[in-house]
């Protein structure tokens, strides 16, 4: 009797160990599955980032039906409409996946394909915002070294060329600290050349229509200073330079837009823009005017004297302060480029403002008045 207590004693504790032993130790089958199922669920997600992306490329080739199915989603699942759109309808059947998913989902879908749409246009902007920051940094190390941009628009391939590199330490040092530019010219050398010369186009014209704004702001700021009673009229109420009867009533403006005809054309366009415009310039002008007092009082003074010994410049930089770093202006004046050659801080100063500086320095002219006896200021 006791013995087969203990047999059925025994049995029993080993079914429950071999019970718990199944419960506790997987099966290599679920072990298995379990590993499986990451794996899965990544493919799940590129198939489905592939159909988004397909979907995407197709709705922006097809902005039109874009913006039917953008509205309403289920026009999907309208035979009609899919017939009357031929691309639409060949699109779905070169892509199953895509037709399957947004025929049991047509708004998930649409909403999954905004995003994605969302997501992308970021990563544009940001790539984009890279590529500018790239073509900026090369296209100042260019204007900087002419020697060798003029190679490397010749053949923009050297500079995959070792012994090139090696040859101009410049440029070396120029893409070891610049990797985002040398990954992308050592990539494609003509296709990053191009960009950067349209690059360089670009911002020689914005260069230009700058200076021509900040040249009629400049005269109308100096009208307004000249005339208190005038801009006190004009900053209450910009539209009075579109009002026949004030302009003839302040001949003194008429004269001055009439000999001004881009400060007119711009003004009465947009009368209160352009006011903002000249009052920020105003402002500007009075923080510069208070902060070159202090800073650089020596370039002032030198660049002083080397126009009042070259009449021709000196009346040139009046009307078009740019020119000071026009090169080919430069060329045909080589007095004045020897000069800033030869005065770095006065280059400087032209290169970062030069109407601020032609004007601080116009009026050095006028209030230094050498005593007899003493001599200019050096």
Known sequence: MKRRNYLAHYGLVLLICGGFICVVAPTPALSQSQGMAPLAQDRDESATRRQLAGFDNFLDAHPEVAEQLRKDPSLVNNQEFVERHGDLQQFLQQHPEVREELSQNPNGFMRQEQRFDRREDQ????DNDVTRRELANMDRFMDSHPEIAEQLRRDPSLVN???????????????????????EYRENPNGFMH?????????DQARVDSNVTRRELANMDRFMDSHPEIA?????DPSLVNDEKFEKNHPALQQFLAEHPGVREEYKENPTAFM???????????????HNRD????????????????????????????LAN????LENHPALRDYLKANPKVHQQLTENPQMFVQSTQQVNTHTTPKVGESKPK
Do not use: C, T
């Open 123 to 126: 990563a544009r902007d940001r």
């Open 295 to 322: 800073v650089g009082g020596e370039e002032r003074s030198s660049f002083s004297e080397f126009m009042q010994g070259h009449s021709g410049i000196a009346g040139d930089l009046s009307k078009n302060p740019s």
């Open 326 to 329: 026009n090169q080919e202006y």
């Open 161 to 183: 060329n070792k012994q090139f590199v090696d040859n101009h330490p410049d440029l070396q040092q120029f893409l070891a600290e610049h990797p985002g530019v040398r990954e």
């Open 276 to 290: 903002h415009q000249e009052q920020r310039f105003d402002r500007r002008e009075d923080f510069s005017m208070g």
């Open 232 to 236: 006190e009229q004009l900053r209450r």
């Open 195 to 203: 960009q950067e010369q349209r690059f360089e186009r670009r911002e």
